[in-house]
Structure formats: C-alpha cells, structure tokens
C-alpha cells in the first residue's frame, strides 16, 4: 500500500503549499482509491493533488476523520470535480438531509476487505485501519480521543504496525513501543520527542510525503 500525505501542516516536498490540516491518499492493491481527510482549503488541497499528478477523479471513497475545518473544509471544492463517491463521516455530523452517498459511520465497520474504520470514538473522530502483510496501519486525522482509545479499536483488526496523522497532544510515549513506523503530522505537538525516543521508526510528515509499506 502507498499513503501520500497532500496536507499538512509542513511541505516536504518542494512547490508544495503547507497549511493548517491533513489530508492523504491510500492507495492498496486491488481497492478502490480513498481520500482521507479534505483539509481546510479546498484551492490548496486540488492544487497539491494537481501538483503530485493525482486525478481527482480516479478517488472512488473519501474518509472524513471528523467534522472540524481543517480536516472537512476541502471537500466542498473536491466534490465539485469529482462528485461520484462514496463519503464516510462519523455518525454524529450527518444530517439528515445529508446527500446521497454520504454513509454515516457509528459503530466498527469494513470499508473494503482488509480496509475499515474504527467506528466513531467519544462521538467525534474514526480512524481507518488497513490490514497488511506486516500489521494494521492506522491514519489518524486528530486522535482526538486519545492515541489509547485509537490504537486499541485499531488492535481489533490484528496487531498495530504503523500509526500515519496527527497525534494532537500525545505524551503516552510508551503506547509506541512495539510499532515499526511512525509519522507524526498536522496537529501534533511532540514530534521531537517521538522522533528522539524512536528514530529508528519515525518518518516526517509533510505535504509530499510518500509512505510505502
């Protein structure tokens, strides 16, 4: 599988445009292209993916986190050039006069065989987590219900390998013991600390970023 980070906070790759917000892109083999995340401008999002040559178009699902800006605030302008997809939200921010195609997310559930999400946790954020060879890959957006919360409804789909997104104000360093990569972005306020205590495992974040596992 193959994760691209297209929002963040930071640029990794030059031409690239850091902003407030997290967005990547998971590509598996045999599975539809996800979009998780949308960031918080819907001009920055499209012209990095036009930049690191990814069609719109060809996204079938997009995962939202949860319902804050910088992580919802670009999907108004995604769907206005690719409108045929499926859209995952936790349950407690759809409407009920939400569109067609909008699946509200409450409980555990599988996206795609080996592809799921976590179900909503404390009524405002998922996760996804993808099977692998090596073990489940988590993408956070925030870990607004703390990275614990995250990585044991993650564990349900077998042992965690590798947590991608952002962290938020994680201090549990220990919870990263036995992970073998981990890329902290967006929100998260101890990088160097992670990085100090496992450099062996860390990979930066940024806009550009392309994480093969």
Known sequence: MKITIIYDNEAYKAGLQADWGFSCLVEIEETPTILFDTGANGAILLSNMEKLKMDPASIQDVVISHGHFDHAGGLSAFLNVNSDVS???????????????????????????????????????QSMAIKTDDGVVVIAGCSHPGMSRILDAASRFGKVYAVVGGLHGFSEYELFKDLKLICP????????????????????GGAGQVIVI
């Open 185 to 204: 972005t967006h929100c998260t306020q101890h990088k160097q600390e992670i990085k100090s205590l496992y450099p062996d495992q860390y990979v930066e």
């Open 87 to 125: 859209i995952y939200v936790p349950a407690s921010i759809v409407r009920r006069d939400s569109e067609k195609g909008v699946i509200a997310v409450s409980a555990p559930m599988e996206i795609y065989e080996n592809v799921f999400s976590t179900g909503e946790l404390d009524n405002i954020e």
